[in-house]
């Protein structure tokens, strides 16, 4: 199974920076697409920020020109540099890996999720 272990949650002050990390980890896989997804109390949860293995990026118009979401495809892990924290940045943030992972001759794609991790933006 491909696993997901996030870092890198905590409390900062407003205009501050924060940067969450996602290991990947499994015996035989192909990550193909990395993203982050956030949870506030009461609302539903949003996609912040995607990035394909090809290169191509996607973030949500909330933190667009704020966060940039990055893959260190030699490590498999993910990052998402937050800048300029606001307030209503604060969730629960989630790691989200697709791919592909090979069982014995057979192929299956995943879809793996982190434990989350605590982002708190409060002065």
């Known amino acids: 199974q491909v696993q997901l272990v996030e870092s890198g949650g905590g409390l900062v002050q407003p205009g501050g920076s924060l940067k969450l990390s996602c290991a990947a980890s499994?015996?035989?896989?192909?990550?193909?697409?990395m993203g982050w997804y956030r949870q506030a109390p009461g609302k539903q949860r949003e996609l912040v920020a995607r990035?394909?293995?090809?290169?191509?990026?996607n973030y949500s118009d909330s933190v667009k020109g704020r966060f940039t979401i990055s893959i260190d495809n030699a490590r498999d892990t993910g990052h998402l540099q937050m800048n300029s924290l606001k307030p209503e940045d604060t969730a629960v943030y989630y790691c989200?890996?697709?791919?592909?992972?090979?069982?014995?001759?057979?192929?299956?794609?995943?879809?793996?999720w982190g434990q989350g991790t605590q982002v708190t933006v409060s002065s």
């Open positions: 499994g015996s035989s896989y192909i990550l193909n697409a």
């Open positions: 989200n890996a697709e791919g592909k992972e090979r069982v014995g001759d057979s192929l299956y794609d995943y879809n793996s």
């Open positions: 990035s394909t293995s090809d290169g191509r990026t």
